[in-house]
């Protein structure tokens, strides 16, 4: 059964049952050249490359060279290139580098591909090997970059993460994931501030050295807990170590749960397919909700992704979250966005703004799941016959902005600031609005008129504001009102100030797009009637 798992992380190519090896297997190790989807060459004009190499314990490897092209879509033709030597034996089970190519004339607004020829040799053979990209074998993919003049556009004192990246402690049958420290590394490069680790919790609990066996000592959790407490100390950076916790629903299914932050482990292995058919839930979600310390992070993952894989439902016994789960366990905080995607998009705000409609006060996120992935996801087919290729799940695409009182975000002030819940998401235009003068995310008291001013910024990379609604929440009503609406022309830049009247309405929110398909979605300001029903509105 195991042969039909699902698929998100980098594929792994080295997994067959018995004898039946799948079509991409390869007596190599996986080398994969990586480049994040855009770069701020602003500060530096340089392009950062990340090579990964796995299993490399199993298949020793020498890298010879890379030779780098950079090709601007603008011109259509090769703007820099340049031989990197590496000449380096590989034998361990990961390593990831970053190398930089710098050059001046990187350092204007355009969109580029960057091709890398990877040349590699075995230690006991002449016969060189050269890839481009990667050597997963059939997929054609090609490393797109935005490099970007200026960083995001945003207003002071808002910081942009990842809520959801897998690292290399995510290793199993058919994924894994990436680097931390390199991830720190191009996050910076990407004007991402913060990112929280989320592994699986099935890949957390096993032994070092072999998936399908488990250890009570939790010795991957412990060293993923000390790298990435290391790299806060060291970097000054915001990363958080956590699990995506498999956990069971009202109706004894496994769905996932971001635990941010908590020491302690919670086990969750219902849908590891590392038994077959033992696919009951470990913990319900209240269970787990007891089991993590008060301060940790509680965020329920992509809660709205239709699961549309019979063998996910069927073998992994996957659910989804219900509004009973939101209810009986008083959740404020769902990442409702999980990718670029349109359809998705439109799905998971539909059914946040239903429970907000019944008055829910939940906080919205938005993340990415990159499994590694900084330009396109590389994942295997079930079952295992074929590769592909796809750029909605890359990390830092779908940001989680927040606002604090600092100037700057860091380790110590960052989860005081984030339960502020002044929180937006979007893919890289910038909204936000104030009610009263009070923020996104505050319960303000109800008065005659509201004071509102919104501001929204974008630039020449997300595109001019093409659209900007304040939507009304009316409790108990199927639908939203439109408040206020605005289809400015030719701008980059709104500001405006207006008065409301009161009509007796719940909530407000902002919605925001650009003629390049950016968008921005505020999380609500609520207007002070209702008892809460979420654990973080006392
Ligand atoms: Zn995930």
Redesign the pocket.
């Known amino acids: 059964m195991i042969e039909f798992l699902p698929i998100l992380l980098y594929p792994e190519l080295h997994y067959h049952w018995g004898l039946l090896y799948p079509l991409y297997f390869r007596k190599l190790p996986e080398i994969i050249a990586d480049v994040p989807y855009r770069i701020d060459v602003s500060g530096e004009s340089s392009i950062p490359i990340m090579l990964t190499i796995k299993d490399a314990h199993k298949y020793p490897i020498i890298i010879d060279f890379l030779d780098i092209h950079v090709i601007s879509q603008l011109e259509n033709k090769c703007i820099y290139k340049e031989k990197v030597p590496i000449e380096k034996f590989f034998d361990t089970k990961f390593t990831s580098k970053i190398f930089t190519i710098q050059h001046d004339s990187l350092g204007i607004e355009q969109k580029v591909e960057i091709k890398i020829s990877i040349a590699a040799h075995k230690s006991n053979k002449k016969k060189q090997f050269i890839f481009q990209n990667d050597n997963l074998p059939g997929l054609h993919t090609r490393l797109l970059t935005y490099l970007s003049a200026s960083p995001l556009r945003k207003k002071e004192n808002w910081f942009a993460g990842e809520a ?1 990246y ?1 690292s290399y402690y995510t290793d199993d049958q058919v994924e894994f994931g990436g680097d931390i420290k390199g991830a720190v590394e191009l996050a910076r490069r990407m004007n991402i501030d913060w990112f929280f680790v ?1 592994d699986h919790s099935y890949d957390l609990d096993d032994t070092e050295d072999n998936y399908l066996k488990n250890d009570p000592a939790f010795p991957k959790w412990e060293k993923l807990k000390k790298e990435v407490s290391l790299l806060q100390q060291k970097e000054k950076y915001p990363v958080f170590y956590g699990e ?1 916790l498999s956990c069971g629903n009202s109706e004894k299914k496994n769905v ?1 749960f971001l635990i941010i932050n908590n020491e302690n482990f919670i086990p969750g292995y219902g849908d590891s397919a590392e038994k077959w058919f033992r696919n009951k839930p470990t913990h319900s979600i209240g269970d787990a909700c007891t089991l993590a310390n008060k301060n940790a992070l509680k965020i329920g ?1 992509h809660t709205f992704e239709k699961n549309n894989n019979p063998v996910n439902t069927l073998l992994l016994n996957r659910g989804t979250w219900h509004e009973q789960d939101v209810k009986e366990n008083r959740i404020t905080y769902l990442q409702i966005i999980n990718k670029k995607d349109q359809k998705h998009i439109a799905h998971a705000k539909k059914k946040w703004t239903e429970l907000l409609l019944k008055g829910y006060k939940i906080i919205a996120i938005a993340g990415n ?1 990159a499994h590694g992935y900084f330009n396109c996801k590389r994942e295997v087919h079930i079952p295992f016959v074929s590769l592909s290729s796809s750029r909605d799940q890359v990390f830092g695409q779908c940001k989680t902005y927040i606002k604090t009182d600092r100037k700057v975000l860091t380790p110590d002030n960052f989860f005081s600031e984030f339960r502020k819940n002044r929180i937006v998401m979007s893919d890289g235009i910038f909204g936000s609005f104030t009610l009263n003068g009070q923020d996104i995310g505050s319960t303000i008291e109800e008065k005659d008129s509201f004071n509102c001013a919104i501001e929204i910024l974008s630039s020449q990379e997300f595109g001019m504001i093409n659209s900007i609604v304040l939507r009304a929440g009316y409790y108990g009503k199927q639908t939203e009102d439109t408040e206020l609406q605005y289809e400015p022309k030719d701008v980059f830049a709104f500001c405006k100030t207006i008065s409301i009247g009161n009509k007796r309405q719940d909530y407000f929110r902002l919605e925001v797009t650009s003629d390049k398909n950016s968008f921005c979605f505020t999380n609500p300001i609520w207007i002070k009637k209702n008892e809460s029903l979420t654990e973080n509105f006392k």
Do not use: Y
Request: proline share 0%; aromatic share 0%; glycine share 0%.
């Open positions: 959801h897998h989320t995506e996932h993952a799941d």
